[in-house]
């Protein structure tokens, strides 16, 4: 009844015209559902994968439906998955939350899709659970580190640090130069992991076994002092005075700007940032660099990694096989040119096949050579371990805002991670 | 002298509200002015051109009109369920205000604990799907009324109890039925405190966000409220249309408020103080 | 419907227990029953797909938050400061709007207007407007010399700040319960007090206040309810931020279910409810014994 009464006022003519009409014009077609998080490079990529994949199934159509990001976005995904009410197809987070959605229960496996071939095992790899791959990566892999200023740099004649002391000597210059040294953002809570996350590739040259410790919940932040390094130099930071002077309220999109324009000269961030440079401060993306996050020393300098979300498809989807059609078409060089088009590359590909464009911002460039022979890089924890604790963003604000010390966030975020782990079931906890 | 205090009371009352009440309101309409950059800086400033219809179109048209149907999506969940609410509790209320059986001690506990307890989404989920009524507009009006009762029945026990009995018993000997009385006699008699019902629901249901985001999943069944979401992302916050967003979803409200704007004192008077 | 020609026929009531009925079976399904079923989730770790029980683990890790005490503490505290500023502010600005005052009207209507807008577009202005530096708040105190805080950055403070926030948004209802309340009062009140030679504040003192109770009941329940379940505010505003400094009881449940702790959240339910139970209960007592003395 409902429904008629919208056709009514939506079409502007008779309902029941509507309705046959619009019954008629479906029959023929397979529908699919397609739930995406409502990111800046999530939503425009996929309309114009949907464009291009309609347009070579004309049989297919899907419908797009976009969600929130974060926590909130995890809810409904979860929500959503326990009520068997899930999209056809959606996206979400590989790594440690890909684990938390029961992938066994709730989506396809795809392990023998022929376009598995051309997936990287890394990405593979934190996809897959109880042996099974359950997902196709979208997007490129990031890196996470310390966006800078270039303009700044050379002004005031700095080079990009490979120890945290020579990037503490940057700050301090920058600093006295009357400059701010490093943008924090914490109104977007999820900013404030950075120097924690990007941290880890220093925590594993120093103990390799971390993750493998840490998930038999034998390995503690607290008491671990080259993981606990990355909560001290959170800290270190403010407390040097080195932030903005409105790290508690500034956002995202601020620190991006600020980058960008000059107005700081550090903002640590996943290299995806720099596909929003160009639309928040246009024609600025030229102007910012990357780096790995330093650590004790300059040889053993390497960037902390991060793998895209993926597409997955729902165990309760209406069309196995047009939902695989689908995602065979996103894991191809096909749709990677799609996205080059549409969006900045913002990262090396993980699809064998996939190339970036020849003009990339410095950013992306500066991000390559850790991936290339002689460069060095590693995953970020949460795709080596499945536990994350859910209130680390509150903890690292909390500590890059001074509240609380270093050593006491370390062993609260200890705390968060038991639950997690509890909650997992994992065993050992 | 009397006359004068007055009028600088009045004035200086009139600066303070304007200041306190009004100017969030100007800011908003301001940001909707600006083109993104400029309102990226957040800051209360004159904008520089003239974005609002561009704004608008934006807003509006965005992932396929979703705001067209987000706002037919909206009214008819709140006039329906505000209908169901005002007749439902009425009845309640009635009933709960003048007769005195054993029931009504448990009844006010209900109305209490509804009043208090937050509602658990999962287990309603499980429910509404085994009622094939999750993701439909349906099943979100009935969650609307049956979270939204427990304040409403509050508010007409409370005025029935102001209404003599003489009336519905008068009825009944010429031979009226309960029905009867209560849609022809008592329902009309409880319009001061339905005025007030009708505006604080129907701004609750029609400004409810957290509900409809678990209810009611799909671009389909989008509520205006949800809306917002298009503009703001953690990862980027189109500030401009956020505040366009905002300021179109504030339209109805402000027509039923010049609507009843003379009433809700009167129906304030009549429900919610007597009790 | 059926049933009313039975009840006719057997003995005419005029209130016939049956007008329950539809609004029973309405609350009784989507309300009632679902959270009946909660209260065994919360003796369970629950991950949505699956449940074991665990007894009353959840209560324990529960407790063992580290911030739910303070949690607890925020979520009393934000209660108090809203229903008494809407108390007091409610009662002053009913008194202004009822007496002789220029454009009434347009003050009753800014006053209210607020109620009837979308908390969450409210929050964001607010957040917006409270920025530390760039905020039109504290670019206003600027031009008047002041260095304004960081309304919603300082963690002493955060709490606060939306607290007032929901004071501007709500004050509106409690002004309007106060002027029914007060139009209420028979004129021979005041008309004997002033014979006595009562002055403005006895009359208020004594006259104005004691007979306004009711109303006075009124906005101190409802927004001692609302007060300490609130959620949207504070959400939309600081999430329980900076760090876990405005964190209340609502948003700490509301986190755990986001982290995927439904039994864990739905347990932080059941703490709510029986806090809001424990304070809510003797509250109302002794509000409506109060009235009955009158």
């Not at chain 1, 460039?365 to 499945?386: C, R």
């Not at chain 3, 369970?44 to 665990?54: D, E």
Request: charged letters at 15%; aromatic letters at 12%.
């Amino acid at each position: 009844m409902i429904f008629n009464l919208k056709s009514i006022a939506l079409a502007g003519v008779g309902a029941i015209a509507v309705l046959l009409a619009s019954g008629a014009a479906h029959a023929q077609s397979t529908t699919l559902t397609l739930l995406i998080d409502n990111g800046p490079q999530t939503v425009p990529v996929f309309e114009a994968y949907v464009a291009a994949f309609e347009a070579a199934n004309p049989d297919i159509n899907i419908e797009l439906e976009t969600r929130p990001g974060g926590g909130e976005g995890d809810n409904i995904v979860k929500t959503r998955l326990a009520a068997g009410a899930m999209a056809d197809i959606f996206t979400y987070n590989s790594g440690s939350l890909f684990q938390a959605i029961n992938p066994q229960q709730n989506m396809l496996p795809l392990t023998n899709e022929p376009w598995q071939a051309d997936v990287q095992d890394s990405f593979k790899s934190v996809v897959t659970s109880g042996g099974e791959v359950y997902g196709a990566p979208y997007a490129s892999a990031m890196g996470g580190g310390i966006l800078y200023n270039i303009p700044m740099y050379k002004e005031l004649g700095l080079t990009p640090p490979k120890t945290w002391d020579e990037f503490m000597a940057n700050n301090e210059k920058i600093k006295a130069a009357g400059k701010v040294a490093v943008i924090q953002t914490y109104a977007d809570t999820w900013t404030s992991q950075l120097f924690v996350l990007a941290d880890y590739y220093n925590v594993s040259t120093a103990q390799p076994d971390f993750a493998e410790k840490y998930t038999a919940g034998e390995a503690k932040y607290a008491t671990t002092p080259a993981a606990m390094q990355g909560f001290e130099r959170l800290q270190q930071v403010h407390d040097a005075g080195y932030l903005n002077e409105d790290f508690g309220a500034a956002t995202y999109n601020d620190g991006i700007r600020m980058v960008a324009t000059g107005e700081g000269a550090h903002y640590p961030m996943l290299t995806f940032a720099v596909g929003a440079i160009e639309e928040i401060a246009p024609g600025t993306s030229g102007n910012v660099g990357f780096f790995a996050q330093p650590g004790n020393s300059a040889d053993t300098n390497g960037l902390t990694t991060w793998m895209p979300d993926a597409v997955y498809i729902a165990k309760t989807v209406s069309n196995e096989e047009a939902a695989k059609k689908f995602l065979a078409y996103v894991a191809s060089p096909a749709a990677c040119e799609v996205r080059n088009a549409t969006v900045e590359p913002t990262g090396p590909y993980l699809v064998k096949g996939c190339e970036l464009p020849a003009n990339l911002p410095p950013a992306v460039t500066d991000m390559l050579p850790y991936f290339a022979d002689g460069g060095h890089n590693g995953p970020a924890l949460e795709f080596l371990s499945p536990i994350k604790g859910p209130a680390l963003e509150q903890i690292t604000v909390e500590v890059g805002s001074g509240i609380r010390p270093a050593a006491d966030g370390a062993a609260l975020y200890d705390e968060d991670v038991r639950k997690q782990a509890q909650q997992l079931g994992l065993p050992g906890w | 002298m009397k006359q004068r205090t007055s009028i600088i009371g009045g004035l200086a009352a009139i600066a303070g509200s304007f200041f306190v009440f009004v100017v969030p309101f100007i800011f908003i309409i301001l940001m909707a002015f600006k083109d993104k950059p400029q309102s990226g800086l957040r800051d209360f400033s004159w904008p520089q051109g003239f974005h609002l219809w561009d704004n608008l179109v934006q807003v509006v048209t965005t992932r396929n009109w979703m705001m067209i149907t987000a706002f037919i999506n909206s009214a008819l969940i709140t006039v329906i369920s505000v209908t169901a609410l005002v007749v439902l509790a009425a009845m309640v209320g009635f009933v709960l205000a003048r007769r005195k059986t054993r029931l009504n001690g448990l009844i006010e506990f209900l109305i209490l604990a509804g009043l208090m307890i937050p509602p658990a989404v999962v287990p309603t989920i499980w429910l509404l799907q085994g009622l094939k009524l999750f993701g439909t507009l349906h099943g979100m009006i009935l969650i609307e009324i049956a979270y939204n009762l427990p304040f409403s029945i509050i508010l007409y026990r409370a005025f029935v109890a102001t209404i003599p009995r003489d009336l519905d018993e008068a009825a009944i000997i010429d031979g009226a039925r309960p029905l009867d009385v209560f849609f022809r006699i008592i329902l009309p008699m409880l319009w001061p405190v339905t005025v007030t019902n009708i505006v604080v629901q129907s701004v609750g249901i029609f400004n409810d966000f957290t509900n409809p985001l678990y209810y009611l999943p799909g671009n389909q069944n989008a509520t205006v409220q949800l809306t917002l979401y298009n503009f703001q992302s953690q990862f980027n916050t189109a500030y401009n249309l956020l505040f366009t967003n905002i300021l179109l979803i504030t339209i109805p409200p402000l027509i039923v408020f010049l609507f009843f704007n003379r009433q809700i004192v009167a129906g304030m008077t009549a429900g919610a103080v007597k009790g | 419907m059926a049933s009313a020609p039975t009840t006719a026929r057997s003995r005419p009531s005029t209130y016939p227990v049956w007008f329950f009925l539809p609004a029973a079976i309405i609350y009784g399904a989507l309300f009632l029953a679902p959270t009946f079923a909660s209260l065994y989730f919360s003796l369970t770790r629950w991950t949505l797909f699956n449940s074991v029980f665990i007894g009353f683990e959840n209560f324990a890790q529960f407790f063992r938050e580290p911030f739910l005490i303070k949690g607890l503490i925020n979520t009393v505290l934000y209660a108090v400061v809203t229903s008494t500023l809407k108390v007091v502010i409610g009662m002053g600005l009913a008194l202004l709007l009822t007496s002789n005052i220029i454009a009434r009207g347009y003050l009753r209507s800014v006053v209210f207007f607020p109620v009837l807008v979308s908390t969450v577009g409210v929050g964001i202005t607010f957040t917006v407007l409270m920025h530390p530096t760039n905020g039109m708040i504290n670019q206003g105190l600027a031009l008047m010399g002041i260095k304004g805080p960081g309304w919603l950055t300082d963690p002493n403070l955060a709490l606060f700040s939306v607290a007032l926030v929901d004071v501007w948004k709500g004050v509106g209802l409690a002004t309007v319960i106060y002027i029914a309340g007060l139009v209420a009062i028979p004129r021979d009140y005041y008309e004997a007090a002033r014979i006595d030679g009562a002055t403005s504040w006895q009359n208020f003192w004594h006259v104005t206040l004691p007979l306004s109770r009711p109303a006075t009941a009124t906005v101190i329940t409802l927004s001692f309810i609302g007060g300490l379940r609130t959620f949207d505010l504070i959400w939309a505003m600081t999430k329980g931020g900076p760090g876990f400094a405005s964190d209340t009881v609502a948003s700490v449940i509301y986190k755990q279910y986001q982290a995927g702790f439904y039994g864990l959240s739905t347990a932080g339910n059941v703490v709510l409810f029986i806090l809001i139970g424990i304070l809510v209960v003797p509250l109302t007592m002794f509000l409506n014994r109060k009235q009955g003395h009158e």
